[in-house]
Every structure is written in structure tokens, then in C-alpha cells.
């Protein structure tokens, strides 16, 4: 089982996507809910085939494509067209068969019909283009059955609406996903530069309106500087601030500069700070932060679509179902898909054992995930910081049992030494056996002492080689003489 400190797996997954986001990538989620809702039917083979989307996604683009066609050259808007309205009839009708098929195939792909629209993964997907797929039967279709005329023509309402179905593109494509929501989370941003630009466009508009104002006027009541007319230019607060954003994307910039400058040379220099300002400083350090938060989104939406291929590998994995992968299974796929991850056979080499901590053999949808995002990434501070944890506690319980092992053995010796028992050691946490003062019956210091038997219970003790004579330590303040003597 995982054990602690292992990567958490909401951090990767993260809240819950709409469908195929990062490029068609299916989470845990949406592969179980597969499991649930949808039968066993060719149809269900089919909505879920790869090859099946793309021509979904082609169809897409060329009804998009065709709209703009048809709008320069249907006879019902250009009279001068010399294509014929049968042309553009017999296209509507095999686009119309093309989103009617797809979507009948989407519907019979559920196990009950209920599902289609309870679908918690795709629901609004689905509602999504089962509106626009009826609205185009009823234009093409029931209409024309009923020979209903309609005025608006190819900028129909129910027409220009078939655009918004070119929305799947962003959920099929990762790329052109990441771009979308990279936008979405860089508002706030742009928000910010936006009111900050303004605010100073303000204050330049009121002081070059000011002047504008105060320009002589010549004889043909105008305010002309090197054929600028200044009035034009800065008259009015709207004016200026139209002009100041001309400025900013430098359009005519420096011959408006080179006006100013001519007739005041202050409000030229006023002109270049104020390009210094806001073209060459506030404008770059948005492209800076508009960087970062493309950066930080590409980065969280490669680790979604590597989440989705993980969950999909162990899905794969998993033939019995069991919710576990064993040795066998990830050796016969494991290592090979794996391998399509990014992930090197070496560091896969020794991979199940561990993350197998317990020794199961078997490793869990968690435990696997961790593997894999410990496998690519690189570590970090948190794992290093978990390293020591780890390596502090282990030094903690080998010093504690070493601890334990001296004091055993010492209380061991003791007892030897103190009843000269044979093959009998004291036994940890049993008390030893009390010894009374000096002068009391079987104090070691009042029992005579016999030297071979001494000898005997040292060597029996394991304190002293057979043959071998005692040495005695000498004691400070002590002479060899009177040690033997005693």
C-alpha cells in the first residue's frame, strides 16, 4: 500500500474536466463511467473509436469551411453566381446526413437512452449537439418538405448557430485547448494591464487636450502643424485617448511626434515618454506574465494528459478487473506501455518491488500512479525533505534496539558473574535478583572466592578462552603486590 509521503493523486487530477479534454485523454472517471453507462454494441465500439472523432472533427471543419462559401456564391445572396442552388442544396443534405448519423450513433451507443442525456462526463456535450443537429433537420429538411421560405438566407440564425459546434475542435485538440484556457486564466491579468493603461492614457489625454485647446488658430480657423491638424488629433478627450492608442501601436507615431515637437518641443519629449511608458514598459511586462500563465497552464494540462495515458495504462493493465495489478500483469504490459509513457525499461527494471512496500504482490490504482509521477518527475525539496524524515527515524529505531542489545547483554554478564549459573541468561525486562549490602548473608563480598572455580564460570560465561590466566586491571593508587595479595 502507498505508504507516507508518496504524491497525492488529487494533486494531479485535480477537479473534475469535461470529456476528452487534453486531446481525447480519458480520466479514471470518465473510463468507469464508460464502463457504466455505455452497452457492449457495435455502435458503443464505434462513438468510442479515435478514427470515429477525427472524422467527426473533418466534417466539422468542412461544414464551417462551406458555410463561407456558401455565403459568396449561393444564388440566393449573389446574383451573379454561376453555380447552381442545386449544388448547394446537395451539400446541406450530406452534411445533414453526416450530424444526424454521428449523433444517432452516439445515442444507440448508451445502454438505456436515459443515459445520453444523464451522461455525467458528456450530458452537456451531448445536449449540446443534439440542439444543433435538430436545428439543421428542421432547415433542411422540414422546411424545404414544407416548402417554407426563408428570408435570412445562409446568415439564417439556425445557420450561423452551426459554428458553435467547431467548439469540439478545442476538446479534441489539445493544443488549441491549452491555448483557449490559457486565455481564460490570463484575464485577470490583461484586466489589470488594461485599467492600468487606461488610467494612464487619462492623464496624458487631459494635459495634450489642454494644449490642443490652447493652440492659436489659423486664418483658416485650424490648428495645422506640418499638415496635422492638431484639433484632430487632441480636441477632445475621446480624440486624445484615440490618438494616445495610436501611439501605443505606433501607427504615424513619429510624424505626430515630429508635429508636436516643431510647435512645442515639451509636448514632443511628452510624447516619446509617454510611448517609453506604456508601448516599452507596460505592454512588454504583460507579454511576461501572459508567458508565465501559458507556462503554468501547458504545464497542468501535460500532466492531465499524462494522468488520462496513466489511468488508461492501468485500466489496460488490469484484465481481471480486480482493481490491482499483479507481477505477471505488469510484466506483460506493464513494462511495454510504460515505455510509450516515456519511461525507460532501466528505471522500470525494479519498479514493482519498490513500490510494492508491503509485499503483497500487488500494487493499487494509487500506489501505481505514484510510481509513475515519481518516475518522471524529478525530485524535489518535499522528497528530499521525506528522505531525511525517513533516515532520522530509522537511526532512531536502530539506536533504540542497540540499546536494548547492550542492555541485555550486560544484564546478562551481571548475572553470570553474580550466580555463576550456567546456560542461563536474564531475560529483558525481568528483574534481577537483589543483592544486600556488604556483611549481609550472599553478598559477593562476604562469599570466599575460589580461583578455579572463578576461572570455570568465566570460561562457561564466555569471559575467558580455556587456558587462558585472568589479568587483573591494575587500580589507581594499587600495586600488582597488593592486588595479588588480595
Known amino acids: 500500500m502507498a505508504s507516507e509521503g508518496e504524491y497525492n493523486v488529487s494533486q494531479f487530477e485535480g477537479s473534475e474536466q469535461p470529456a476528452e479534454t487534453g486531446g481525447g485523454q480519458e480520466s479514471s472517471a470518465e473510463v468507469e463511467t464508460k464502463k457504466n453507462l455505455y452497452n457492449d454494441s457495435k455502435f458503443a465500439i464505434l462513438s468510442k473509436d479515435w478514427r470515429f472523432e477525427t472524422w467527426a472533427l473533418c466534417v466539422i471543419v468542412l461544414n464551417a469551411s462551406w458555410i463561407g462559401v456558401d455565403v459568396d456564391y449561393n444564388p440566393t445572396n449573389n446574383e451573379d453566381s454561376n453555380v447552381p442552388a442545386d449544388v448547394f442544396t446537395g451539400v446541406e443534405n450530406f452534411f445533414c446526413v453526416c450530424f444526424t448519423s454521428e449523433i444517432i450513433v452516439r445515442l444507440l451507443s448508451y445502454q438505456k437512452l436515459g443515459y445520453f442525456f444523464t451522461d455525467p462526463i458528456l450530458k452537456y456535450w451531448n445536449l449540446f449537439d443534439l440542439t444543433l443537429v435538430l436545428m439543421m433537420v428542421v432547415e433542411t429538411w422540414v422546411l424545404a418538405a414544407a ?51 487606461i488610467g494612464i492614457m487619462y492623464i496624458f489625454g487631459i494635459i495634450f487636450t489642454q494644449w490642443s485647446q490652447n493652440l492659436p488658430e489659423d486664418s483658416d480657423g485650424g ?3 506640418e499638415g496635422i491638424d492638431m484639433h484632430e488629433y487632441f480636441g477632445t478627450i475621446p480624440f486624445s485617448f484615440l490618438t494616445l492608442m495610436q501611439i501605443l501601436v505606433f501607427d504615424d507615431t513619429f510624424d505626430l511626434i515630429r508635429a508636436c515637437m516643431k510647435k512645442e518641443v515639451l509636448m514632443g ?34 500532466e492531465k494528459i499524462m494522468r488520462a495515458k496513466v489511468n488508461e495504462a492501468f485500466s489496460a493493465m488490469d484484465e481481471d478487473g480486480s482493481g490491482t495489478i499483479s507481477r ?46 515519481k518516475l518522471l518527475k524529478p525530485p524535489d525539496s518535499r522528497d528530499l525533505l521525506l528522505v531525511q524524515k525517513k533516515l532520522d527515524l530509522l537511526q532512531t529505531k536502530i539506536d533504540g534496539r542497540f540499546e536494548v542489545v547492550l542492555e541485555t547483554k550486560f544484564q546478562n554478564l551481571a548475572h553470570v558473574l553474580t550466580n555463576g549459573e550456567k546456560g542461563r541468561s536474564h531475560k529483558p525486562g525481568r528483574p534481577l535478583p537483589a543483592i544486600g549490602p556488604p556483611g549481609q548473608k550472599g553478598h559477593p563480598a562476604d562469599t570466599p572466592v575460589d580461583a578455579a572455580d572463578t576461572e570455570k564460570k568465566s570460561v562457561q560465561g564466555g569471559l575467558l578462552v580455556p587456558g587462558q590466566t585472568p589479568r587483573m586491571t591494575p587500580v589507581p593508587g594499587q600495586t600488582a603486590d597488593s592486588q595479588s595479595d588480595a
Request: net charge negative; with cysteine.
Open 223 to 225: 490648428k495645422i502643424v
Open 269 to 302: 519629449w511628452l510624447c516619446i515618454i509617454y510611448i517609453i511608458i506604456g508601448a516599452f514598459t507596460i505592454l512588454n511586462m504583460l507579454i511576461g506574465v501572459l508567458c508565465e500563465v501559458v507556462a503554468n497552464t501547458t504545464s497542468e494540462e501535460k
Open 328 to 373: 505477471k500483469e505488469f510484466e506483460l504490459l506493464g513494462l511495454r506501455m510504460l515505455e510509450k509513457i516515456g519511461i525507460s525499461r532501466d528505471l522500470l527494471e525494479n519498479a514493482f518491488d519498490i513500490i510494492d512496500i508491503n509485499r503483497s504482490g500487488d500494487i493499487d490504482h494509487t500506489e501505481f500512479v505514484n510510481l509513475v509521477f
Open 147 to 197: 416548402n417554407v421560405e426563408i428570408e435570412l438566407g445562409s446568415l439564417s440564425i439556425l445557420r450561423l448557430l452551426r459554428l458553435l459546434r467547431i467548439s469540439r475542435v478545442f476538446r479534441m485538440v489539445p493544443e488549441l485547448g491549452m491555448m483557449v484556457k490559457s486565455m481564460a486564466a490570463a484575464i485577470r491579468s490583461v484586466s489589470s494591464t488594461f485599467v492600468l493603461i
